[in-house]
């Protein structure tokens, strides 16, 4: 089955330190999103990133980093500069060729820091 | 800059009502509008997509309306069961670019009572 496969689930992140968010899918899809999401505040934009090698700020860009070396992936790096990482993170892919394709979310990933 | 509210934040209902769910958007020059639901702990799983040239869609007990020129949406939710029990979130493209970015509302948190 076509989908969006994050890793992990859970991660604990110590101060100071960088950790990665993986984020697959097989859907062919050539946009593909990170959200991050507070109780409360609902889905807030880290990156985006429309073609292979190429991304953008999202609202809450600081503190993270992204890369888009193959269509299939798009991970996350929560660098030791984001100071209040805990929250929930979601990946997401659309086909924006076709303007409001449907957007396809993968699990989530929950970041406690210890 | 494009605005998505949804009221209300909660909403508590016995089982078998129908009940209806509300967006209200700000920029009416918007490609399409998504419903998504969100149970807790989870990714958001999508339920209806709505083309801007359409004005309802529907999926089993759910239908979703869309009226461009007032900037709502509704979600009807009928014959309500306690496996509706979740996080209701809608979403819709930004209008004034082709960037394929999204804004997503607060979301409604629904409690189907047994």
């Known amino acids: 089955d076509g989908g969006i496969t994050q890793s992990p689930k859970y991660l604990f992140r110590k101060e100071g330190q960088n950790v990665t968010l993986s984020c697959e899918q097989n859907?062919?899809?050539?946009?593909m999103y990170w959200y991050r999401q507070d109780p409360g505040q609902g889905l807030r934009l880290i990156y985006y990133s429309q073609i292979v090698n190429d991304f953008q700020k999202g609202d809450i860009a600081e503190g993270y980093s992204v890369s888009r070396e193959k269509k299939e992936s798009f991970p996350l790096t929560v660098t030791s500069a984001q100071k209040n990482p805990t929250a929930f993170y979601l990946c997401a892919s659309s086909r924006p060729a076709a303007p409001g394709s449907v957007l396809t979310f993968g699990a989530g990933c929950w970041i406690t820091v210890l | 800059k494009q605005e998505v509210t949804q009221i209300p934040a909660a909403l508590s209902v016995p089982e078998g009502e129908n009940l209806v769910l509300n967006c209200s958007f700000t920029d009416s020059a918007i490609y399409n509008l998504q419903w998504f639901r969100q149970d807790p702990g989870k990714g958001l799983t999508s339920l209806l997509l709505?083309?801007?040239?359409?004005r309802e869609q529907t999926s089993g007990r759910l239908n979703a309306s869309l009226d461009k020129s007032s900037g709502r949406s509704t979600l009807y939710i009928a014959a309500s069961q306690p496996g509706d029990s979740a996080t209701y979130l809608c979403?819709?493209?930004?209008?004034?670019?082709?960037?394929?970015?999204?804004?997503f509302g607060k979301g409604t948190r629904l409690h189907i009572l047994p």
């Open positions: 709505i083309q801007s040239s359409q």
């Open positions: 859907l062919n899809h050539d946009a």
């Open positions: 979403a819709v493209p930004h209008p004034r670019n082709r960037d394929d970015k999204i804004i």
